[in-house]
Structures are given as structure tokens and as C-alpha cells.
């Protein structure tokens, strides 16, 4: 079947502009993490939802950062006012069970995002 | 604080055998994965470990050692698709998912 998919792939933002970034997980699919990874680094947790209950949003950098999930299947993230450090890939992974640590995360190819 | 080490970069040879080796501090531990990713692509499941001892699977294998806070990944056979970052990942106390920097391995006919 289809896996996680992610769109724009490519963003470029000027500075101060809103993006929100969007993630299609696998259906039937209970969890949905979003990550944050930049260049040659590996990924950084933002935040976790369990159906639409956003359970975890500890790894959220600042305020201007959103997410939402509100019909427990597609996933937005809304990043506000744009910086230069935001610029990243941004990876989104779901997977099968509530107990996210039992079961395999699935990533999508994430949306690359520039911040000029 | 949290850490997960890993080399860098690594090179090998093709039909060669290489281990990629992982160390992690962290708060609490509830197993560890290590990924695949191709540059410009989703990061893959390759294996997840959280008792002690091997775990085989076709050409790769990983290892844990969770008193010594130690796993590796053991990759047979070489190909040219086995270029690629492979990411040592750990779930803490909280089942937060740590991940380390990925070690890029480079295959050299």
C-alpha cells in the first residue's frame, strides 16, 4: 500500500513568511510523530500525536511552531514568521499502534524547508 | 544530558564486511533502532533491539549491550546500495525517541 507521504517537498520561505507543511500517514495508522533534521544531523522529535490528541509537544522549538491532526489521520505543521534556523527538513513518520514504542516508525521523504 | 555517538563517516569496499558501532547515554532505555537513509530520502527501518545479544537478519545484524550502553550494526557483502547514513536511534525513560547524528558510509567498488 501507500506509504507516509509529505507535501511541498520543497519550500522556499522568505523570512517572516507562514508555511504550514503537510503529512499524509499510512491509513490506519494511530501514531504521527513530526521530526525536525538538519543537514547531517539525524532527527530531532517535535511532537507526537496519538489519533487527534496531540500527546507530546516537548521537542516544539518555540511558539511559533504548531501542529494539528484534527480528524486523527492528515497532519499540518505551521510554522510562524519564518527564521533562517528553521530551515531543515522536516520528516513525518507514523505507526501502526498506540504504544508508540512497540511498533516501527514509517517515515515519509519530508518537506525541505529554506528560509532565505 | 542525552547522547548518542556514532562515527561520522565510514568507508568500506564492496563484498566487504563492516560494523558500525553506536554508544548512548540517556535517561532510561527502552530499546534501539538503527535506520537507513539514502541522502535526499526517508529515513528506513532496519532492526530494533532491546534485550541483550544479536539479532540477524539477511546480510545485517545488530547488536545490543545494555550494560555497556553499546550496539552495533554488522553489514555483510557490501553493495554499492549500501552507500548510505545509518542512524542509531534510542527510546529513553519516556518513550521519547533519541536519535544519533548517523554514521555516512561510503562504498568503494
Known amino acids: 500500500g501507500a506509504g507516509v507521504s509529505q507535501s511541498p517537498r520543497y519550500k522556499v520561505a522568505k523570512r517572516g513568511q507562514d508555511v504550514a507543511l503537510r503529512c499524509d500517514p499510512i491509513s490506519g495508522h494511530v501514531s504521527l510523530f513530526w521530526y525536525q533534521q538538519a543537514l547531517g544531523q539525524g532527527p530531532e522529535f517535535l511532537t507526537y500525536f496519538q489519533n487527534e490528541a496531540q500527546l507530546d509537544k516537548s521537542g516544539l522549538p518555540s511558539d511559533r511552531f504548531f501542529a494539528e491532526r484534527p480528524e486523527g489521520s492528515v497532519s499540518t505543521l505551521k510554522i510562524q514568521r519564518t527564521q533562517q534556523e528553521d530551515s531543515a527538513v522536516y520528516l513525518c513518520a507514523s505507526s501502526l499502534g498506540a504504544e508508540q514504542h512497540i511498533y516501527e516508525q514509517y517515515f515519509g521523504p519530508g518537506t525541505r524547508l529554506t528560509v532565505t | 544530558g542525552q547522547n548518542i555517538d556514532q562515527p561520522t563517516e565510514m568507508t568500506a569496499t564492496e563484498g566487504a564486511i563492516v560494523q558500525i558501532n553506536c554508544t548512548y547515554q540517556?535517561?532510561?532505555?527502552?530499546?534501539l533502532f538503527w535506520y537507513q537513509q539514502h541522502a535526499g530520502e526517508a529515513p528506513t527501518f532496519l532492526s530494533y533491539?532491546?534485550l541483550d545479544g544479536l539479532e540477524e537478519k539477511g546480510r545485517f545484524s545488530s547488536f545490543l549491550s545494555r550494560s555497556k550502553g553499546y550496539s552495533y550494526l554488522l553489514l555483510k557483502e557490501l553493495q554499492m546500495k549500501d552507500s548510505a547514513s545509518y542512524l542509531c536511534?534510542?527510546?529513553?525513560?519516556?518513550?521519547?525517541?533519541?536519535w544519533g547524528a548517523g554514521t555516512k558510509l561510503i562504498i568503494k567498488p
Open positions: 536511534a534510542v527510546y529513553d525513560s519516556n518513550y521519547q525517541l533519541i
Open positions: 540517556t535517561s532510561g532505555f527502552n530499546g
Open positions: 533491539n532491546v
